[in-house]
């Protein structure tokens, strides 16, 4: 809840703890087991950052969270929950938020594109799983597309660009170093297997403007809630990763920079967090690292939503400044020693033991430490999360279908655009190598014409010449 120009997230025997929003983009995690309420705690912050404002991007895995477009429901439940926090005092109501729903499939939400050139040719080796022979590859392929001015839009033209660099293997090998023929090969199934999984769709203009998701709040002066349906994303887990890097990346390229400002310009919830992280090269690792360290500068907060802290890596995990951790579980050694990790992770509150704590909090409760507005890590606080503001469930799929097809960004994207590009390039160049020998072989058969004439021609003079030559022997012989 957006309170007293906070985020105020929970409450700590009378106390409200909150996130002062010009530190809100010094990120944040959110963790704990399954079940502890990471999806109510995850709700209650993006309505804050809407209350405030600010556009926020959310990660549906479960499909839980389209009830934000809802205003919630009164229960008894409800009413003590309100009670408890003296919520009714602070301005506390039902409301539903501005919503928008996205699908990289296009199913249950607006469509998501990107082109090939915008992935990049790191990114994209990672969504191929291509060993290291073949990244270096595909990165000079990209550099001669971008030499040679073609444009890589979506899977059909990155064929293209690999048929054509096949072809001319040798005389590119001239400028670029040689390149296997065997590995041009290899990528070039990788890239029909993606296809297969799903990257014709995604893959292709109109490709998503980021800044969009700045601009559709509501008249009230709430931010965004862009929810990105994740249901059947989230089985290609590479994928999923991939795509949730490339919009940092894009990010983090795109805007300038801001330093400190008084509230984020955007925040992002990535659920699932680990799966950004798995099976990716060091040098991957290494620009989420930078990513995450430097984007701050650009006004934008990054908030990590996983079952235990150790999903994160150490460098990732020290950017975060905002912490609230659910219970966890300890029922075996190696978990007895996670837990005892993030127990350590936090300032001490000589109040109560943080490790007892984490083991025996319930549902709806979480230990939480927050940047101070000098940006000093806080003394962690034992706390219960309030209530959301919007629907606690989701909507059903029909009324999800209702709300994108009113979206005005749907028409937008809603048609893909295929315009001219590698394959339409490589097309041509086909075509045009097809015209240009049809022209020189009918050349060359009109020459065998017109040497077959000519010679004809000649034996035909030759022809007559003699004949001529015998009538006059004839005639010389006969006045004789």
Not at 40 to 51: C, Q
């Amino acid at each position: 809840m957006f309170y007293n120009n906070k985020i105020w997230i929970g409450d700590s025997n009378g106390e409200k703890v909150c996130i002062e929003p010009k530190m809100a983009n010094r990120h944040g995690l959110i963790a704990g087991a399954t079940g502890t309420g990471k999806t109510i705690t995850l709700k209650v912050l993006a309505e804050s950052f809407s209350d405030a404002g600010v556009p926020v991007f959310l990660a549906d895995i479960k499909g839980d969270l389209s009830g934000m477009c809802r205003p919630g429901v009164d229960s008894e439940d409800m009413q003590k929950r309100i009670r408890r926090f003296g919520l009714a005092e602070c301005g506390f109501n039902y409301h539903a938020y501005p919503s928008t729903f996205w699908d990289i499939y296009g199913n249950m939400g607006i469509p998501v594109r990107t082109t090939i050139s915008e992935m990049g040719p790191v990114l994209l080796s990672r969504l191929m799983n291509l060993n290291d022979t073949q990244t270096a590859i595909l990165t000079i392929i990209f550099k001669i597309a971008d030499d040679q001015d073609i444009l890589l839009i979506d899977t059909k033209d990155l064929k293209a660009m690999l048929q054509y660099v096949n072809e001319h293997n040798a005389e590119l090998a001239m400028e670029y170093g040689a390149m296997a023929k065997q590995s041009i090969t290899a990528i070039l199934r990788h890239v029909v297997a993606l296809e297969a999984a799903g990257g014709e769709e995604f893959f292709g203009e109109p490709a998503l403007n980021l800044s969009d998701w700045f601009f559709g709040g509501d008249f009230s002066g709430r931010g965004s809630i862009n929810i990105l349906d994740c249901r059947q994303l989230v089985n290609d887990t590479t994928l999923y990763g991939t795509f949730l890097l490339w919009m940092l990346s894009e990010l983090f390229e795109t805007l300038p920079e801001v330093g400190d400002m008084e509230k984020p310009r955007m925040v992002f919830f990535f659920d699932e967090a680990h799966l950004l992280f798995k099976d990716i090269s060091k040098a991957l690792q290494s620009k989420i690292e930078q990513v995450v360290k430097l984007i701050r500068s650009k006004g934008v907060g990054v908030y990590f939503i996983t079952q235990s802290p150790k999903d994160i890596p150490e460098a990732v995990l020290s950017q975060l400044g905002n912490k609230i951790q659910h219970a966890l579980r300890a029922y075996t050694p190696a978990d007895e020693k996670a837990v005892k990790a993030a127990a350590a992770s936090f300032r001490t509150n000589p109040e109560f033991d943080t490790y007892e704590v984490l083991t025996s909090m319930g549902t709806g409760e979480a230990i939480i430490s927050v940047l101070d507005a000098d940006g000093i890590p806080g003394m962690v606080k034992q706390c219960k999360i309030l209530p959301p503001q919007s629907m606690m469930g989701p909507i059903s799929d029909e009324e999800k279908k209702q709300e994108i097809l009113k979206n005005n960004l749907y028409l937008k994207y809603k048609d893909d655009i295929d315009r001219d590009s590698a394959f339409e390039f490589m097309q041509r160049m086909m075509q045009e190598k097809a015209a240009a020998e049809q022209q020189a072989a009918e050349a060359e058969a009109a020459a065998r014409e017109a040497e077959a004439a000519a010679k004809e021609a000649e034996k035909a003079r030759i022809a007559e010449e003699k004949r001529i030559q015998k009538e006059i022997e004839r005639e010389e012989r006969e006045a004789a």
